[in-house]
């Protein structure tokens, strides 16, 4: 990871208003709308709600190494470790008396969106019996060839049924004109966060995946108001000084390297170093680009539903294989290495064979490690160690 | 004839189950598989395909291992398993039901290691209350049509997919007769013997499943009516979950002094209930049927209807208990699994849980649990 960002305290200020806006929403009265991380927050935003991201608070107690207590509080009530830690840590955290990170806000609404996953919408259900609030699936079946327009009508009516459903449930209007200007925000704040994300392809790079990983917040969170527009315009101009200066992301960038997945967050400092003592850049990952996407603001419901249901893991194969070849080329990589997430179901299965069929058309060497995003119980340091070792040794 | 030979006839095709679709293929017939269980059977049959249901019972399974992680369900493992062994590769297509995040997967990964030439996803709305879902299914019926019709090269008319229609909403209709008479009656035939003749269902040919099967219910009619102690000692009890694997575990609740009488399974109910609308539009009415099963851990059950719908089962069928068949790693029904047990539990069911795996018939541990089980809620049956 790079030496500390000025807009480190920037990013500090957002995040902790961010939190304070859910308090003092709760204390007003303006409900609290759990959604997904990749949801159509816009619509929320647009309609002076306040949007809560469990999959955040399941990040966040997964960094501060306390994922596998709040997951033991769910498995007590049947839950199985098997199933994705962020869930784990949300459904142990309504259970349990001790709070490590602070208690998750409860919601008055809850609103999902399948596209990343079928644990969503199961955790999201099993949240709103306990919680005992409406529940609204945005739902987008998978694409495993291409998209058609039985899809594509499907995804924009329920976006009508989901704008009555925040009528009915909030009673509030919804206005489409403020709707474009929220979305002309989030197009806004998601072009910069891709211009960071760009810098990690020069050589040798002042920004790389694992400043991503910490960066990404605003975009989440504060995705479609001015607030992240502003992180990312500094962070922008940040990274265009650094490079100036000559600060680089690693001290000595030999190689580039392709990481397909989400980090493994408690263990984040630990990949980076390691990464760094080999002299290698990761240099970028579906993950953190899932934030980067290109709006139509003037089409504002259309774009909705041609962006957020259309992100890579609800693709068949071919569309996932493409998109990490594309993401090796354009950052000029000289390996990958795909993270075998047992959290993550919906992203890991079938890696080992898109392992060797990676290989097989780039001819670069590729890695699979077995681990879990959150709980340390799943996470083997000394064979990972090896495997590494033995990895860096092919990077030349 | 006599029940057990009915019986036997069923139980060969299920100790055998692809002979028929094999046999089907030798004689130039398109021959269509599916994975659990809401594939629209109907509509490869209007192609002049012959559907048949691969559910994953195979024992040993190595191959699959290198495609698929340690923890990935033993459902989709066993059937990848038969499928790398080339044991499905009579197959001219197959049709996977998105019902998770592992079935997500499978699609990509069946493509690339088999020899079956049209392999699809069957992708059915996963909210069934608001309008939006009806129109979109009708569309993906539309879809999957139109494919099957480039496969087997016959157009799906109105009238051949009505008559498919017909003759499958007869076998529903049959099956659940068959079941009512068991529970019942329970006693007549054994709780393995009752799944195996749906099971025998999903890998034979209608016409023929029909006539024994009406057999079996005019032989099962007669005993019922012969027997004069109609009170059974058996602890009736319901299932459910995804699949009843390994099969020995319907004998253990037997053995254990159990009788099934009402089930949500895949491999059960789910896949005999509800009929299609005869007097439809038939798209629609497949669109329909599909909307309107029985609540399922794959599918949005927000309103409680799963917990309610176990509940009302458990009271209809006047059981005892309920016994959740749970399939290691099988996310969707884990997520359900704590609410439907404080449901139950509030209602006073006494139910227990149990892991299982198919292909894995390492039992004793189970067989340990379902006595204790059957015993506390059910005294003991021989006093
Ligand atoms: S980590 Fe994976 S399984 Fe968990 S919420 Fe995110 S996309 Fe879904
Ligand atoms: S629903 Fe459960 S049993 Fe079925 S494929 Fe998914 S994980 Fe496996």
């Given at each position: 990871m790079s030496e500390p960002f000025k807009t480190a305290a920037l990013m500090k200020e957002l995040m902790a208003k961010y939190y304070d806006l859910g308090e003092e929403s709760r204390r007003k009265g303006i409900p609290v709308v759990w959604v997904t991380a990749v949801f159509p927050v816009e619509i929320i935003y647009a309609m002076d709600l306040y949007p809560y991201y469990p999959e955040n608070f399941g990040a966040l107690a997964s960094a501060r190494k306390v994922a596998d207590k709040l997951s033991m509080a769910a498995e007590a009530k049947g839950y199985f470790n098997d199933l994705c830690g962020y869930a784990r840590c949300g459904i142990g955290d309504a259970y349990s008396l001790e709070h490590p990170v602070g208690k998750i806000l409860s919601p008055d609404l809850l609103l999902c969106c399948n596209t990343q996953c079928g644990s969503l919408p199961k955790w999201f259900e099993a949240a709103g019996r306990f919680y005992n609030k409406p529940y609204f699936l945005w739902d987008s079946p998978m694409i495993e060839d291409e998209t058609s327009d039985i899809k594509q009508n499907y995804l924009i009516k329920q976006l009508y049924e989901l704008i009555d459903f925040l009528e009915i449930t909030t009673k509030r209007r919804f206005d489409i004109n403020k709707l474009q200007e929220v979305v002309a925000l989030s197009s806004q704040a998601t072009a910069l966060w891709n211009d960071c994300l760009e810098m990690?392809?020069?050589?040798?790079?002042?920004?790389?995946?694992?400043?991503?990983?910490?960066?990404?917040?605003?975009?989440?969170?504060?995705?479609?108001?001015?607030?992240?527009?502003?992180?990312?315009?500094?962070?922008?101009?940040?990274?265009?000084?650094?490079?100036?200066?000559?600060?680089?992301?690693?001290?000595?960038?030999?190689?580039?390297?392709?990481?397909?997945?989400?980090?493994?967050?408690?263990?984040?400092?630990?990949?980076?170093?390691?990464?760094?003592?080999?002299?290698?850049?990761?240099?970028?990952?579906?993950?953190?680009?899932?934030?980067?996407?290109?709006?139509?603001?003037?089409?504002?419901?259309?774009?909705?539903?041609?962006?957020?249901?259309?992100?890579?893991?609800?693709?068949?194969?071919?569309?996932?294989?493409?998109?990490k070849m594309d993401f090796m080329r354009h950052y000029n990589c000289d390996g990958f290495i795909l993270f075998s997430n047992r959290s993550c179901k919906p992203n890991s299965i079938g890696l080992y064979d898109k392992k060797r069929m990676l290989t097989e058309m780039t001819g670069l060497p590729g890695l699979v490690f077995e681990g879990d995003m959150s709980d340390l119980r799943f996470f083997s340091e000394g064979q990972i160690k090896t495997l590494f070792e033995t990895y860096f040794e092919q990077l030349v | 004839m006599a029940i057990k030979e009915l019986l036997n006839r069923f139980n060969a095709v299920v100790t055998d189950p692809y002979s028929e679709a094999r046999s089907r293929k030798e004689q130039g017939q398109k021959?269509?598989?599916?994975?659990?269980?809401?594939?629209?059977?109907?509509?490869?049959?209007?192609?002049?395909?012959?559907?048949?249901?691969?559910?994953?019972?195979?024992?040993?399974?190595?191959?699959?291992?290198?495609?698929l992680q340690v923890w990935v369900c033993s459902l989709m493992r066993g059937s990848l398993e038969m499928g790398l062994r080339g044991d499905l590769d009579f197959l001219d297509g197959l049709i996977i039901p998105q019902t998770c995040d592992t079935t997500r997967a499978m699609?990509?990964?069946?493509?690339?290691?088999?020899?079956?030439?049209?392999?699809?996803?069957?992708?059915?709305?996963?909210?069934?209350?608001?309008?939006?879902?009806?129109?979109?299914?009708?569309?993906?019926?539309?879809?999957?049509?139109?494919?099957?019709?480039?496969?087997?090269?016959?157009?799906?008319?109105?009238?051949?997919?009505?008559?498919?229609?017909?003759?499958?909403?007869?076998?529903?209709?049959?099956?659940?007769?068959?079941?009512?008479?068991?529970?019942?009656?329970?006693?007549?035939?054994?709780?393995?013997?009752?799944?195996?003749?749906?099971?025998?269902?999903?890998?034979?040919?209608?016409?023929?499943?029909?006539?024994?099967?009406?057999?079996?219910?005019?032989?099962?009619?007669?005993?019922?009516?012969?027997?004069?102690?109609?009170?059974?000692?058996?602890?009736?009890?319901?299932?459910?979950?995804?699949?009843?694997?390994?099969?020995?575990?319907?004998?253990?609740?037997?053995?254990?002094?159990?009788?099934?009488?009402?089930?949500?399974?895949?491999?059960?109910?789910?896949?005999?209930?509800?009929?299609?609308?005869?007097?439809?539009?038939?798209?629609?009415?497949?669109?329909?049927?599909?909307?309107?099963?029985?609540?399922?851990?794959?599918?949005?059950?927000q309103n409680y209807e799963r917990r309610r719908f176990l509940h009302n089962l458990v009271r209809h069928t006047e059981a005892a208990g309920l016994i959740f068949l749970h399939l290691k790693f099988c996310e969707p029904e884990n997520y359900d699994y704590n609410d439907m047990r404080e449901a139950l539990n509030s209602a006073g069911i006494p139910n227990l849980r149990l892991e299982t795996e198919v292909g894995n018939p390492s039992l004793g541990q189970i067989r340990t649990r379902l006595e204790a089980f059957i015993e506390m809620i059910g005294g003991d049956p021989i006093e």
């Open positions: 990690a392809a020069l050589k040798p790079a002042p920004f790389g995946f694992f400043d991503a990983c910490i960066h990404m917040a605003p975009i989440v969170v504060w995705r479609g108001r001015q607030e992240a527009v502003d992180y990312y315009r500094q962070l922008k101009a940040e990274l265009e000084a650094r490079l100036e200066k000559k600060i680089y992301a690693i001290p000595n960038e030999r190689h580039k390297v392709y990481f397909d997945h989400i980090p493994v967050w408690p263990r984040l400092r630990w990949f980076a170093d390691m990464f760094a003592a080999n002299d290698t850049l990761v240099a970028a990952s579906q993950y953190t680009h899932a934030w980067a996407m290109n709006f139509d603001p003037a089409r504002p419901l259309e774009t909705l539903a041609e962006h957020y249901p259309h992100q890579f893991v609800n693709r068949g194969v071919d569309y996932r294989l493409k998109l | 021959v269509i598989g599916w994975l659990p269980t809401d594939v629209p059977e109907e509509l490869i049959h209007a192609a002049g395909a012959f559907p048949v249901g691969s559910l994953g019972s195979c024992s040993k399974i190595r191959l699959a291992d290198t495609h699609v990509g990964i069946w493509r690339q290691t088999s020899l079956i030439p049209y392999i699809d996803s069957f992708m059915m709305p996963k909210q069934v209350k608001r309008s939006s879902a009806r129109e979109y299914l009708i569309g993906e019926l539309t879809r999957l049509k139109s494919n099957l019709e480039k496969v087997t090269g016959n157009l799906i008319t109105n009238e051949s997919l009505g008559t498919s229609i017909k003759l499958f909403n007869e076998n529903r209709q049959l099956l659940r007769r068959m079941f009512e008479i068991h529970a019942d009656h329970p006693g007549l035939i054994s709780s393995r013997e009752v799944y195996t003749v749906i099971k025998a269902a999903m890998y034979m040919d209608k016409v023929k499943h029909n006539g024994i099967l009406q057999d079996l219910i005019q032989a099962m009619k007669q005993k019922a009516a012969r027997s004069i102690d109609k009170s059974n000692p058996k602890v009736r009890l319901v299932i459910s979950g995804g699949v009843w694997e390994p099969p020995e575990i319907m004998d253990l609740i037997e053995e254990a002094g159990g009788v099934v009488v009402g089930d949500d399974m895949l491999t059960g109910m789910r896949y005999l209930s509800p009929d299609a609308d005869e007097k439809r539009d038939p798209l629609e009415a497949l669109a329909d049927r599909q909307l309107n099963k029985i609540p399922f851990a794959g599918f949005d059950n």
